[in-house]
């Protein structure tokens, strides 16, 4: 069964730089797509970026510019460059391997990590 988990959230401050990665073991991961997601207190869980299995990115409007997601299939883990931080980024970011067609909505993915917080506040 996969298992994702990730890391490097953390409190910054407005502007500041993050990179959260997220690990992969125990299931198939260079075959599906891959996708973080985010969610801010009283807030549902929203979409951030999503990364094909050809490398292929897409990203929320909310976040086109700032952030980038990659992936490194020999060490089985997917990434978010998160640049020009905003406080409305704070959230708890997750990932999640795709499953379903739409990759906007969270019931098209089947597995989903525990979740990094990121905090940006001055």
């Known amino acids: 069964q996969l298992q994702l988990v990730e890391s490097g959230g953390g409190l910054v401050q407005p502007g500041s730089s993050l990179r959260l990665s997220c690990a992969a073991a125990?299931?198939?991961?260079?075959?599906?797509?891959l996708g973080w997601f985010r969610q801010a207190p009283g807030k549902e869980r929203e979409f951030v970026a999503l990364?094909?299995?050809?490398?292929?990115?897409y990203y929320a409007d909310s976040v086109k510019g700032r952030f980038t997601i990659s992936r490194d299939n020999a060490k089985t883990t997917v990434y978010l460059q998160m640049n020009s931080l905003k406080s409305e980024d704070t959230a708890v970011y997750y990932c999640?391997?795709?499953?379903?067609?739409?990759?906007?909505?969270?019931?098209?993915?089947?597995?989903w990590g525990q979740g990094t917080q990121v905090t940006v506040s001055s």
């Open positions: 999640a391997r795709r499953s379903g067609s739409n990759s906007l909505q969270s019931n098209s993915y089947d597995y």
């Open positions: 125990g299931g198939p991961f260079g075959l599906y797509a």
């Open positions: 990364i094909h299995r050809t490398g292929d990115t």
